[in-house]
């Protein structure tokens, strides 16, 4: 008589996973679903949102094209230059993602804005001054944030191109650029600029601060300026959907071409090569000094501007830091909780579907939609930090998800069977097996989403009263106020705080006992 | 009903591969199940330890169906290839989860830990981790725990084979003196017919899609059939 295979056992259940996604579901598709509901039948898209919608679009697709073009050089640069401080450029190239987003843009305005360095430069030169507000200012913010994400991606590559190849084109006397590096660059260029394209279609802190106006609103500020100044549920819903739309073609288009994998380590090579005379090395050479400037410079004037500020700060900022950190560690606590249940379903659409939905959500939709069901029961407002913490905690699951999931998969497929045999399962298993050896993704996801949740300025601006501002909003009030040394106080400690949450988390996974 | 290892009916597939068992092994004894590579020796391993279920018949140990059983309730311990211990537990620890999986210790069951440690030779390396011991060390550690499970069968897929012959045959060797003397009955696969006749007592011929019944060693390699003649090729005779 045949019989149905057994089910194999589980050593880990699948059914707290199965919770998270529907939690997840719930809250990027739900929320989005009540904020609609309870707006009723709006009116159709008009032409500001189809201009926020091109905005969007274009201003992605710019970020996207500069970041990769100029990433190319550079990481060309550090493939094939080996010098003192090299190894602390790709460090550096890791900070800005973990860079609170207002703390950057408080440095490029101090280098490019209208009393910055460069202006300082040109009316010395006699040459007119620039803006930084605008369409460009955007893209050139988001090129700060994403071009070393691209530096390092396309430096991953040029370093996987074995060093006997560069040996075999060397000896027969062609061309490496034709034969190695175009080959390569075809191959992995298109997804990380697709991811580039995706991050920047939900930006909201640096549109909010170097754009608006009717010509430089994202889709994510239209919905903060539908909410914020006319509770206009209808036209953030209408918006989010839409927003949802654009990621999801974009999702797709993603989908046709692989995305990019961010490895920790490895970097550290230097390809050996043979073409390439003294015209060369100099062009490397100001390629990085320029990109070093780029990056360094900014954060720089924080730190200086900063130091001097430090004694302008209002003495309400010691409890906004504490909040801050307050909910950066709830928000990791709980980013944590669902990346591992979600990765513990080992693959499956539902674990899939919600660790990607986040990228398209609007964080701002899901707050509303938030205290729209808390409303009945409670004063929203008093719940104002633990929202932030819970739409903290799913904006960062996409990327805490991406640096547990394939690892834990790793470890089942080496331990697994051995784990199975000795009836390790349950609470056991997540001891003795998985917690153990998922020590350095864990840490490092959970420094991930501390430094995100900490710099975060996203639906804390929409909800927070009197006695609730995190240090990022306070910073942003008092950049409101022209108060730009106190905010420049503030932008150092909030710099300080992100760094040392990133790094005390990313630490703990790394200590050997 | 019989005592021992009961392969009944026993039907597996696995992408596209099948193959056949129908046979049993008497409770005690040393099996070794050889053949040609990709025939299907580990399957057959994988099937008996619980990590893949039959298209039909069943697997039965001392007249208890298994069939049904996740792996780690089976009374049956298993040592792979590679991965027998977890790097990250000291050897004390990888030991103890053959008594408690929970690994919570009394002091009996540490006394227990410290008498195995003695008896495969690694006294006084209990604190190591695995990564501080030699090839042959480790192997020491996976036969410990398997001696410290209590569970009468033990599989062995091929967990010596990238040690040196020396050292193999050594393993070999504690593997019989420690859980034969214990009254285990070893199943273990090898490619290497000089393995089965060392320590063996009946050999399981793997081929063409089928698990023949067992046959005493001594008999089998001075007259092998004609698919374990094809594979052994130079002791045609």
Same mark, same amino acid.
């Given at each position: 008589m045949a019989r149905r295979p057994i089910p194999l056992a589980l050593g880990l259940p699948r059914w707290p996973g199965a919770i998270a996604a529907w939690l997840v579901l719930a809250l990027t598709l739900g929320t989005l679903c009540i904020v609609a509901l309870r707006a009723g039948t709006g009116q159709w898209l008009g032409p500001a949102d189809w201009a926020a919608v091109r905005f969007t679009v274009l201003q992605a697709a710019a970020s996207s094209a500069v970041s990769v073009l100029v990433a190319i050089p550079v990481a060309r640069a550090l493939a094939r230059r080996r010098f003192r401080g090299r190894s602390l450029l790709v460090t550096l190239m890791g900070a800005p993602f973990i860079l609170p987003v207002i703390v950057a843009v408080l440095g490029l305005l101090a280098v490019f804005g209208r009393g910055g360095l460069l202006n300082g430069v040109l009316s010395a030169i006699g040459l007119p001054k620039v803006s930084i507000y605008g369409f460009h200012g955007v893209v050139l913010a988001h090129v700060f944030f994403n071009l070393p994400l691209a530096v390092r991606l396309i430096l991953q590559g040029w370093l996987s191109i074995p060093a006997e190849r560069f040996r075999l084109v060397a000896t027969l006397d062609l061309a490496p650029g034709r034969f190695l590096e175009w080959p390569m660059l075809r191959a992995v260029v298109p997804g990380i600029a697709l991811a580039i394209f995706l991050i920047c279609l939900t930006s909201f802190a640096v549109a909010l601060i170097l754009g608006g106006g009717p010509r430089a609103t994202t889709v994510e500020l239209a919905i903060y300026q539908a909410l914020r100044f006319d509770f206009d549920l209808a036209g953030a819903a209408r918006l989010a959907v839409l927003q949802f739309g654009i990621c999801a073609i974009a999702a797709v288009l993603a989908w046709t071409v692989t995305l990019p994998q961010a490895q920790g380590?490895?970097?550290d090579r230097v390809v050996q090569r043979w073409d390439g005379g003294r015209l060369t090395k100099v062009g490397d050479g100001a390629v990085l000094i320029l990109t070093a400037c780029f990056l360094l410079l900014p954060l720089a004037m924080v730190v200086t501007r900063g130091l001097s500020g430090l004694a302008e700060m209002p003495i309400s900022i010691w409890p906004a830091a504490l909040r801050s950190v307050l909910v950066a560690a709830l928000s990791t606590i709980l980013c944590l909780g669902l990346a591992l249940t979600l990765a513990m379903r080992r693959g499956g659409a539902l674990a899939g579907l919600a660790s990607t939905l986040p990228l398209a959500a609007s964080g701002l939709v899901i707050g509303t939609g938030l205290f729209l069901i808390v409303h009945p029961f409670t004063n929203p407002a008093r719940l104002a930090l633990a929202v932030t913490a819970l739409v903290n905690a799913t904006m960062a699951l996409p990327f805490a998800y991406r640096a547990i999931a394939p690892e834990l998969a790793r470890v089942e497929g080496d331990y697994g069977r051995l784990a199975d045999s000795l009836g390790l399962r349950g609470w056991a298993r997540l001891r003795w097996l998985i917690f153990p050896r998922l020590r350095r993704p864990i840490g490092f996801a959970a420094g991930l989403s501390a430094a995100l949740s900490m710099g975060d300025l996203g639906v804390i601006t929409l909800f927070a009263t009197g006695?609730?501002?995190t240090l990022p909003l306070a910073m942003y009030r008092l950049m409101g106020a022209y108060r730009m040394d106190a905010a420049a106080g503030v932008a150092l400690v909030l710099l300080a705080l992100s760094l040392l949450a990133f790094w005390l988390c990313d630490r703990g996974g790394r200590v050997d006992d | 009903m019989t005592d021992g290892l009961w392969l009944d009916g026993l039907r597996l597939e696995q992408d596209g591969f099948r193959l056949s068992a129908d046979l049993s092994l008497k409770p005690g004894q040393v099996t070794a199940v050889i &053949? #040609? /590579? &990709?025939? $299907?020796k580990s399957t057959l391993l994988s099937a008996i330890a619980g990590f893949l279920a039959p298209v039909a018949g069943r697997v039965v140990w001392d007249g208890q +169906?298994? @069939?049904?059983?996740p792996p780690g309730s089976r009374p049956i311990s298993i040592l792979f290839q +590679?991965?027998?211990?977890?790097?990250?537990? @000291?050897v004390n620890q990888n030991l103890g989860l053959g008594l408690h999986a929970s690994l919570r210790l009394t002091q009996a069951d540490k006394a227990k830990v410290e008498r195995v440690l003695d008896r495969v030779g690694l !006294? +006084?390396? $209990?604190?190591?981790? #695995? $990564? !501080?011991? /030699?090839g042959g060390q480790q192997s020491r550690v996976a036969l410990g725990r398997a001696l410290l499970a209590k569970r009468p069968l033990v599989l062995m897929d091929e967990p010596f084979a990238a040690l040196g012959p020396g050292l193999k045959a050594e393993m070999l060797d504690l593997a019989v003196e420690v859980l034969g003397s214990a009254g285990r009955t070893l199943v273990m696969v090898t490619h290497d017919p000089e393995d089965a006749r060392r320590i063996a007592d009946a050999v399981v011929v793997v081929a063409e899609g089928k698990a023949m019944p067992p046959v005493p060693t001594q008999a089998l390699l001075d007259d092998p059939p004609e698919a374990l003649r094809r594979y052994l090729g130079r002791e045609v005779g």
């Open positions: 380590g490895g970097l006695g609730q501002e | &053949g #040609p /590579s &990709g025939e $299907g +169906d298994l @069939t049904q059983i +590679d991965h027998n211990l977890f790097p990250h537990l @000291t !006294a +006084d390396l $209990g604190d190591r981790r #695995p $990564g !501080a011991l /030699s």
